[in-house]
């Protein structure tokens, strides 16, 4: 069993930045795939960002490519997403989530590849 808990959302003016944190507990998490998603409300869920179990291997939505970051600390059962340049239509809920281990080898696109979710954080963005 894993379980996840989001930190560092907020209000950002345009062109900001903010680093949500997520943590975990379980011994499966360095073994795990990882990655976040957002939903604003009205819309469906996309993925974000998602990172493999050693942290090598990355993959973004086109959206944040080269604004957002998604990196690992196994030692401390985090993973992170840095968000630069910050933008309007970024306002969402922000939610972690982690894969099973016997994915972990490569990045999930996918909400039906992972199976613990945290409970989100919001991350609103003003022009």
């Known amino acids: 069993q894993v379980q996840l ?3 560092g959302g907020g209000l ?3 062109g900001g930045s ?3 944190s997520c943590a975990a507990s379980g011994r499966t998490f360095s073994s795990a795939a990882m990655g976040w998603f957002r939903q604003d409300p009205g819309k469906e869920r996309e993925v974000v960002a998602s990172i493999n179990w050693r942290g090598g291997r990355t993959d973004y939505a086109d959206s944040v ?3 957002f970051t998604i990196s690992r600390d196994n030692a401390k ?3 992170y997403l840095q968000m630069n340049d910050l933008k309007p239509e970024d306002t969402a809920v922000y939610y972690c989530a982690a894969g099973p281990t016997y994915l972990g080898g490569s990045p999930l696109r996918r909400q039906d ?3 613990y979710w945290g409970q989100g954080t919001q991350v609103t963005v003003s022009s």
């Open 5 to 7: 808990v989001e930190a």
């Open 12 to 14: 950002v003016q345009a």
């Open 18 to 20: 903010l680093r949500l």
């Open 65 to 67: 490519k080269g604004r």
């Open 77 to 79: 059962n985090t993973v």
């Open 113 to 115: 590849q992972y199976h």
